[in-house]
């Protein structure tokens, strides 16, 4: 069986300009990845990259086997992906229950299975996107991304500026959404060791490169790498 | 002068309704794809040229006409927008001007060709003629059943932008169209029935309009500024904003031209500099 994600020699970036340099990498079906690297080195960049928001100058992404390049992000969303923008992108003029509802794709994930996930936003229903802590916010930008019921999560820094006890709940959140095994994901963060601990494999990105590749779990275990390859402790 | 006012703001409500709806289609098409169509005034002449067609050439009732006039205008801007305007999202504001300027131009000398340069006439049914007392204020029934109508249609139009699904959508698509993409909403898509339907209400306010707007073949150029006017000032994308500013212009619009007839249209653009002044963003930004 193919891979579910396989990036082949993917170079780019912003109309003419370069980001990705040469990223190749794949993904089996319910596999996790953390993203790592330091500050403007391109993840987000792929994560756009992968969901077709970017200029693809060179190389090529394939969905089950299938090329996606020519795929528009619509569709993308409809394949399977579920795109958490580091953003957040939360809609100010759409209540909390009209995110869920308006992007809602049949599957096991609906508005109901969604909110026990995520009690905070059933009290928070009625509230307009802009009315939200930035918790909250996080919170129903996972919540939407898995209302099209995704087969690839994206997440993009999902603890970015969030208070520690807000990031402790939403860690264990994560953690419950991977552990059923059903739902890829791909998850980028400035937290490593956070990122080490919720994944299987880990890929290392420095300017537009992949410099490093390995089990989540031996760079956990290897700190001296981890502190070269990201200058963090 | 005074005793006047309650029939120069009747007939300003009137006016306004008739630029709410055929404004509401450019609002909605500036809030959200950032699309300049100076070309808007078009699908109302559109409309208008329909209803002429169809009661007298065509002899249907003057109801009839009007779901004939939204038809047309609807699919007049649905297939410009598959065909013509979807090539220019994205360029350049002054591309867009250009473009749709251009195409305003086209419209004049088309109708100009089809219809000759005159005023059309417009055969109102009897039951619209004539006046009525409400409150002790006389007032044109035809006027009484246009705010009706409109009226409808706006309460209409707010329930489908703040209850449906697919209001959810152009709200979500008009906050931010990239994320909206990336959750599966198909943009384009949302744009083209927007699109289709802002021109269909055009249309259908150019064809209840000869009344009250006239009807000839500068008609998109003559109305363009107040159709502008009430999208800027009342804020693009906003349903309740651009029926506030469609409302305040026409009714300073009818007063001004009754109490200060030599200030001319004056009244009203030192009216949309004082608004502008107060509310940069207009007068509702989101659509809501
Ligand atoms: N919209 C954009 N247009 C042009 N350059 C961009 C844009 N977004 C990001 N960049 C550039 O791309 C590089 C990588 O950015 P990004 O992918 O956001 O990094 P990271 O997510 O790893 O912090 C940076 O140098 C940044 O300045
Ligand atoms: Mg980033």
Known sequence: ?233 | MLSALPGVLFDGVAYGSLLFLISIGLSVTLGLMNFINLAHGAFAMVGGYACVVATLRYGLPFGVALVVAFAVAAIAGGVLERVLYRRLYGRSPLDQVLFTIGLTFMSIAAATWVFGSGQQPVRLPDTLLGQTRILGVDVGIYRLFLIAIVFALASGLALLVTRTRFGARIRASVDDARTAAGLGIDVERVFSVTFTLGSGLAGLGGALGIDVLGLDPTFPLKYMVYFLLVVVVGGAGTIVGTLCAAMVLGIFDVAGKYYVPWAGAFVIYALMVALLLLFPRGLLRRIR
């Open chain 1, 1 to 233: 069986m193919a891979d579910l994600l396989e990036v082949q020699g993917v170079v780019a970036g912003y109309g003419e300009s370069v980001v990705l340099e040469d990223v190749s990498f794949t993904l089996r079906e319910g596999g996790s990845l953390a993203l790592l690297g330091r500050n403007g080195v391109g993840k987000t960049t792929l994560l756009l990259t992968l969901m077709g928001m970017t200029r693809l100058h060179k190389g090529t992404l394939a969905w089950r086997g299938e090329p996606l390049a020519a795929v528009p992000p619509h569709h993308r969303a409809r394949l399977g992906f579920g795109w958490v923008p580091q953003e957040r992108g939360v809609f100010p003029s759409l209540t909390v229950d009209e995110h869920l509802e308006a992007i809602a794709r049949p599957g096991e994930w609906t508005a109901a299975r969604v909110y026990q996930l995520f009690p905070r936003l059933v009290e928070r229903r009625g509230h307009f996107g802009n009315q939200l802590s930035g918790g909250e916010q996080q919170m129903l930008a996972i919540a939407r991304a898995l209302m099209v019921n995704p087969t690839l999560l994206l997440l993009d820094e999902p603890t970015e500026g969030l208070a520690p006890v807000v990031i402790d709940e939403l860690v264990v959140t994560i953690r419950k959404m991977l552990a059923s095994g059903r739902m890829a994901a791909i998850l980028v963060e400035q937290h490593a060791r956070l990122a080490l601990q919720l994944t299987e494999e880990t890929l290392v990105l420095d300017r537009g490169r992949v410099v490093h590749r390995s089990p989540s779990r031996s760079l956990l275990e290897d700190p001296g790498t981890l502190d070269r390859l990201l200058g963090v402790a």
